[in-house]
């Protein structure tokens, strides 16, 4: 991975800032879907299409490329607004978001977009997807094997009782590199995830499946990529990154309320939305 200069901190603030803004203007268009998740993960995602992955938009389907598997689909406006600005689609299309012959659903679908390593809409499923794929990859490359193998989950997705299932495989198999990025913003559609149903003490409950467990703050770049060098350094078990996020990050109006988790912004929201992120 390359050196983390000053002069890239600031290139990867400025396309996190591009990508919330196309987030807003295609939900805007769609008339539906995530807001608050979407605008929470764009720092992350910006760090890893544009620092930390082994991947070439111009060879989509490079064998050596690295895998990253969405496992909380509903947040697909950053994954896709992502792949755009990398340069995996054009910009253009994705104005096409939820609309009736796209090849952006509102949930990642892979037969309609191939560039996508899974399809995603079922909560807790994306973790069982990577192991297999970190699986099958040591069955066929073994030791020799350079790939780094991705899944972004959602705190309101541990719900689900097969992560925690996965969680238990992953321990066994000691995946090492196999990282989970779960989006601690601390929300889900009903509500506060600790009033719905608590997490907590949930750095040490991952620690206790036998993970490497890091808790970041998911907005400042030094950390997240900081955070992503040392779980490729630790190749014994599997990796964890808690990124502590803000749920809305950007619109102030918008932020840490659970009310944006599912619903998008009207034109004249998303016009103030956007004046806001320009003016920075």
């Not at 196309?22 to 979407?38: D, F, Q």
């Not at 060879?59 to 995996?88: K, M, Q």
């Amino acid at each position: 991975m390359e050196k983390l200069t000053d002069q890239k901190i600031k290139f990867l603030e400025e396309t996190a800032n591009n990508i919330r803004q196309s987030i807003i203007e295609m939900l805007v268009e769609a008339k539906s879907g995530h807001t608050a998740g979407p605008l929470g993960m764009a720092d992350v995602f910006t760090a890893l299409f544009f620092h930390a992955l082994k991947h070439n938009s111009k060879e989509p389907f490079w064998e050596e490329r690295d895998r990253v598997v969405l496992s909380n689909g509903h947040i697909c406006p950053v994954y896709y607004a992502t792949l755009a600005h990398a340069g995996y689609l054009p910009t253009e299309e994705l104005m096409t978001l939820r609309k009736f012959g796209s090849r952006l659903q509102g949930h990642p679908h892979r037969e309609f977009l191939p560039i996508l390593e899974t399809s995603s809409g079922p909560l807790g499923c994306g973790l069982s997807q990577a192991i297999g794929m970190a699986l099958a990859d040591r069955i066929k490359n073994g030791k020799n094997s350079t790939k780094q193998f991705y899944v972004l989950m959602g705190d309101g997705e541990q719900d689900e009782g097969n992560v925690w299932e996965a969680y238990l495989l992953a321990g066994k198999e000691k995946i090492g590199n196999l990282t989970m990025i779960i989006d601690r913003n601390n929300i889900q559609i009903d509500g506060f995830t600790e009033n719905i149903l608590p997490l907590e003490p949930f750095k040490q409950k991952l620690e206790a499946f036998n993970f490497d467990v890091q808790e970041i703050d998911g907005h400042d770049f030094n950390k997240i990529i900081e955070a992503i060098e040392k779980a490729q350094s630790v190749t014994d078990k599997a990796s964890v990154i808690i990124a502590d996020t803000i749920p809305g990050k950007g619109v102030k109006e918008w932020e840490n309320k659970f009310e944006w988790h599912g619903k998008p912004p009207t034109k004249e929201e998303g016009e103030m939305a956007l004046k806001e992120l320009r003016s920075r």
